[in-house]
């Protein structure tokens, strides 16, 4: 069987604003798709990417502060890796947040316009790991490409 | 970001014409969306079926819509897309919303009796 050779990967760095992250959404989600993903696995990944991604432009740069956003995604084995590297503030603590959904039972004027994304990237990613490293905020986080074949 | 309007059996149908409510449109949207139901019918059904992604701004944004009406008139969504309804249900948020598969069944007229 013929060497196959390196996996494709998938790699921009950008200056951080909404209308780049949108741009980068869309080029990831062409990316995924040419590896083959399950049918609802690529738009599960631009959910979660737009969650990451605009965490990083709304709170890891300070208001007024942008910054630089680094990502890359390569697929290894089943698995779609993908990285997200900021300059940004640290997550409180160091660590991945909790990520209790709003509470949606209450009146009208008191539901929740936010406080959705951490629980979308938790929810959706198969494996999720975030570590400060010098200046940068580093998050790592895995989709199974296809389910099927997979535990 | 461009909404179209018109009425139908007494209800405001409200089309998104662009295909992402995100960050980059969720303020413009929500504004957008006070313009066009100002002064409208109680209730309004918003026709999602050409909105292929939503993120969480945008799900606030249409939240927030809803809040705006007020507890006396109803924002009714339909045409949910699969990434778009997957959003919706993952953060329960398709509980708060009735959700139609299509305009035409958000405003079909009930039978009498």
Not at chain 1, 53 to 76: F, K, M, T
Not at chain 1, 128 to 148: D, I
Not at chain 2, 67 to 96: C, E, N, Q, W
Request: hydrophobic fraction near 40%; include cysteine.
């Amino acid at each position: 069987m013929p060497n196959p050779g390196p996996e494709p990967r998938f790699h921009i760095e950008t200056h951080g604003t909404a209308d780049s992250v949108r741009q980068i959404l869309i080029d990831l989600r062409a990316f995924v798709e040419g590896l083959g993903p399950d049918a609802d696995t690529s738009g599960t990944i631009e959910i979660v990417m737009a969650e990451a991604l605009n965490n990083v432009i709304e709170h890891a740069y300070a208001p007024g502060c942008e910054g630089p956003l680094w990502l890359s995604a390569q697929r290894d084995g089943g698995l779609l890796r993908v990285e997200l590297r900021d300059t940004g503030r640290p997550l409180p603590g160091f660590k991945l947040p909790q990520t209790n959904l709003p509470d949606a039972s209450g009146p009208l004027q008191g539901l929740p316009e936010g406080g959705f994304g951490w629980f979308l990237i938790r929810d959706l990613t198969d494996s999720l790991s975030y570590r400060r490293f010098g200046a940068q905020n580093r998050l790592t986080l895995e989709f199974w490409l296809n389910r099927a074949v997979q535990p | 970001m461009k909404l179209s309007t018109t009425t139908k059996n007494g209800v405001a149908i409200i089309t998104v014409t662009e295909p992402r409510i995100d960050a980059v449109v969720a303020i413009q949207f929500k504004d957008a969306m006070r313009a066009a139901t100002d002064g409208g019918p109680d209730r309004v059904v918003l026709d999602m079926s050409g909105v292929t992604f939503v993120d969480s701004s945008g799900l606030g944004a249409i939240v927030a819509a809803m809040k705006y009406l007020g507890l006396r008139r109803k924002l009714d969504l339909a045409g949910l897309t699969p990434d778009v309804d997957k959003v919706f249900r993952l953060t329960r948020m398709d509980s708060i919303f009735d959700i139609y598969p299509s305009v035409a069944a958000a405003t079909a007229l009930r039978a009498a009796g």
